[in-house]
């Protein structure tokens, strides 16, 4: 094998050993929160790009209508989210963060992102670049994948 097939085959076994602590770094923190991975998706969308309709949701997260009212009424029950009526169609239901809530809980997601942006100040802008056009491509690549075994 040549070097460049060994780092490949590395840069493989990397990807999923980091694959594996990221997703069980977020089991751990939901579980912080008494909530689970899904949930903790619902919220991280709502948080991003604001209040969603159930319908949203469902779309997004690949579950069935019973299972979001399921994910919608944990968050709701953790304080983290609320249900409120659309302004612009009353007969609309959003969810949104509640940020009250959120606040008075733990952020047990603070330490993680303080060692990763201390990371990444150790590195050059090159290198910060490439890492942003690699994370990029491989979102892209695992949605791809991810839509192909979605029913």
């Given at each position: ?14 990807g999923?050993?980091e ?8 089991q751990?923190?939901?579980?912080r929160?008494g ?5 903790m998706?619902a919220?991280s ?5 604001g ?11 690949h ?10 009424d944990?968050l ?6 609320r249900?409120?009526t659309d302004?612009?169609?009353r007969r ?6 509640d ?6 809980r ?12 201390e990371?990444?100040r ?8 490439f890492?942003v ?17 979605a029913p």
């Amino acid at each position: 094998m040549d070097e460049r097939e060994v780092l490949i085959d590395r840069l493989a076994v990397l990807g999923e050993n980091e694959s594996t602590q990221t997703a069980l770094f977020h089991q751990m923190a939901a579980a912080r929160y008494g909530l689970g991975i899904t949930d903790m998706r619902a919220l991280s969308i709502l948080l991003r790009e604001g209040p969603q309709s159930a319908g949203d949701l469902m779309a997004r997260l690949h579950v069935t209508s019973g299972a979001v009212t399921g994910v919608i009424d944990r968050l709701q029950d953790a304080g983290v989210a609320r249900r409120e009526t659309d302004r612009r169609d009353r007969r609309r239901v959003l969810v949104s963060v509640d940020t009250v809530g959120l606040a008075e809980r733990e952020n047990v997601y603070l330490s993680i992102g303080a060692a990763f942006s201390e990371l990444y100040r150790e590195y050059t802008h090159d290198q910060l670049t490439f890492l942003v056009q690699h994370f990029e491509r491989a979102i892209a690549i695992t949605q791809a994948q991810a839509a192909l075994l979605a029913p």
